[in-house]
């Protein structure tokens, strides 16, 4: 099975700031990663899809990078609503996998 | 708009079996896959499997001998149940649309408890 690398559990940022999130798969995946936003009781919500392709009525503060086996999640400037965890998966072969997530604290 | 909606039991006895099912509105099930993945506080996310828009599968190998994923096209819905259930099958299941689970529904919160 493919192995979705999240490296950080915690990120802190506060209002305004840019953050990156970095995911790193074990094998070439090409460009098939996406990342979701995960609000406390509530379902995942798909943010970035093959990569770099931002999902309907997602905010273009969201972009997603990467291809191969190193994929970046940034938002450019964080929001009070940005409180979330974000979790990277491989959709290149079943099964399919997730990074552990990272959960964005704001300060 | 696009909606699936989960409907199955919260509470199972050990060794029992779960049945969800996903009824699906705003796109056909001949256009989109459904998979299923669930979120525990111990294994984070995990997909469990796939029924494709074709009507094929494919299971997580560690389920494979106690899932089944079917459909109904024309009801629009999507079967799951997972046999042999422990405690630590406890966890909220997802369907979701598509290879890029654009779409996921509410969840179902399932305990394995006696």
């Known amino acids: 099975d493919i192995v979705m690398t999240q490296s950080h559990k915690f990120m802190s940022t506060s209002v305004g700031d840019r953050v990156s999130i970095t995911c790193k798969a074990s094998?070439?995946?090409?460009?098939?990663v996406a990342w979701y936003q995960q609000k406390p009781g509530q379902s995942p919500k798909l943010l970035i899809y093959s990569a770099s392709y931002r999902y309907t009525g997602v905010p273009d503060r969201f972009t997603g990078s990467g291809s191969g086996t190193d994929f970046t999640f940034t938002i450019s400037s964080v929001q009070a609503e940005d409180l979330a965890v974000y979790y990277c998966?491989?959709?290149?072969?079943?099964?399919?996998?997730f990074g552990s997530g990272t959960k964005l604290e704001i300060k | 708009q696009v909606q699936l909606k989960q409907s199955g039991p919260g509470l199972v006895q050990p060794s029992q079996s779960l049945s969800i099912t996903c009824t699906v509105s705003g796109f056909s099930l001949t256009s989109y896959g459904v998979h299923w993945v669930r979120q525990s506080p111990g294994k984070g996310l995990e997909w469990l499997g796939v029924i494709w828009s074709g009507g094929s599968t494919d299971y997580n190998a560690a389920f494979i001998s106690r899932l089944s994923i079917s459909k109904d096209n024309s009801k629009s819905q999507v079967f799951f149940k997972m046999n042999s259930l422990q405690a630590n099958d406890t966890a909220i299941y997802y369907c979701?649309?598509?290879?890029?689970?654009?779409?996921w529904g509410q969840g179902t919160t399932l305990t394995v408890s006696s």
């Open positions: 094998q070439d995946v090409s460009t098939a």
């Open positions: 979701a649309r598509g290879d890029s689970l654009l779409d």
């Open positions: 998966q491989q959709h290149y072969s079943t099964p399919f996998t």
